[in-house]
Nanobody, 125 residues
Framework: VQLQASGGGLVQAGGSLRLSCAAS????????MAWFRQAPGKEREFVAS????????NYRDSMRGRFTISRDIAKNTIYLQMDSLKPEDTAAYYC???????????????????WGQGTLVTVSS
């Protein structure tokens, strides 16, 4: 699976951005798709995930209610709608895919086999 992330940019605190991740190379059936982020000097952290079959979602607690993950099956694309952005949301955002994660391992980068190149989100105060 090849993943291409886009949509990052500079936004003021309180603003919104929508990230996209287009997948190609194979069917996403049975995959779990996710967004992670990594701020400078920090570890990569889980943001949200969505099961391609059925659309079940999971969120990092601190982002629940502000971020929304979704998918467009026809376009083989996932999205991350980010609202009420804060300066601490500044990071490189990565999309990822896996077929082998289970509920208890969704949040671990090591559970994912395929990664996009990252898109930078900068939130100014």
């Amino acid at each position: 699976v090849q993943l291409q992330a886009s949509g990052g940019g500079l936004v003021q605190a309180g603003g919104s951005l929508r990230l996209s991740c287009a997948a190609s190379g194979r069917s996403l059936r049975n995959h779990i798709m996710a967004w992670f982020r990594q701020a400078p000097g920090k570890e990569r952290e889980f943001v949200a995930s969505i099961r391609w079959n059925g659309g079940n979602t999971n969120y990092r607690d601190s982002m629940r209610g502000r971020f929304t993950i979704s998918r467009d099956i026809a376009k083989n694309t996932i999205y991350l709608q980010m609202d009420s952005l804060k300066p601490e949301d500044t990071a490189a955002y990565y999309c990822a895919a896996t077929t082998r994660a289970i509920s208890s391992t969704l949040g671990f980068p090591s559970s994912y086999d395929y990664w996009g190149q990252g898109t930078l989100v900068t939130v100014s105060s």
